[in-house]
Nanobody, 128 residues
C-alpha cells in the first residue's frame, strides 16, 4: 500500500506557473506508475500526466491539453512526484490529485481504473 499527499496548489493568474508535489509513503515508490489527474467543477476526472515505474525507466506521457506546458517528474529517492505547470490557462482550473498504480503494462496507463491509490487532491485556480 502507498499513501499520497499533495501540496502546492493555489491561485495564479493566467500565464503563471505552479509546481505541485505529491509525497508518497508506505511502499517502494519506484514500483508504482505515478500520475496526475484533475477534475474541474461539473466535469469528469481526466488524465493529466504519468511517469511510469522504474521498470519502464520512468517514461512519461501527457494529455494533449497540457503537452508542452506541464512537466511531470519523480524523485524515487525522495518518494516524491512533481508536476511543473507553466503557461497556465483558466481552463486548467481543477482539483489535481496524484495516483499510484501497480499496473505492469506500458500502454493503457491513462485510465483512472488502473490506479489503486489516490491522494486527497489540491485546488488549482487560474484567473483570467
Amino acid at each position: 500500500q502507498v499513501q499520497l499527499v499533495e501540496s502546492g496548489g493555489g491561485l495564479v493568474q493566467a500565464g503563471g506557473s505552479l509546481r505541485l508535489t505529491c509525497a508518497a509513503s508506505g511502499d517502494i515508490f519506484g514500483n508504482y506508475n505515478m500520475a496526475w489527474f484533475r477534475q474541474a467543477p461539473g466535469k469528469e476526472r481526466e488524465f493529466v500526466a504519468v511517469a511510469r515505474r522504474v521498470w519502464y525507466s520512468g517514461t512519461t506521457d501527457y494529455a494533449d491539453s497540457v503537452k508542452g506546458r506541464f512537466t511531470i517528474s519523480r524523485d524515487n529517492a525522495k518518494n516524491t512526484l512533481y508536476l511543473q505547470m507553466n503557461s497556465l490557462k483558466p481552463e486548467d482550473t481543477a482539483v489535481y490529485a496524484c495516483a499510484a498504480s501497480t499496473f505492469k503494462g506500458y500502454v493503457d496507463i491513462r485510465s483512472e481504473g488502473r490506479y489503486e491509490y489516490w491522494g486527497q487532491g489540491t485546488q488549482v485556480t487560474v484567473s483570467s
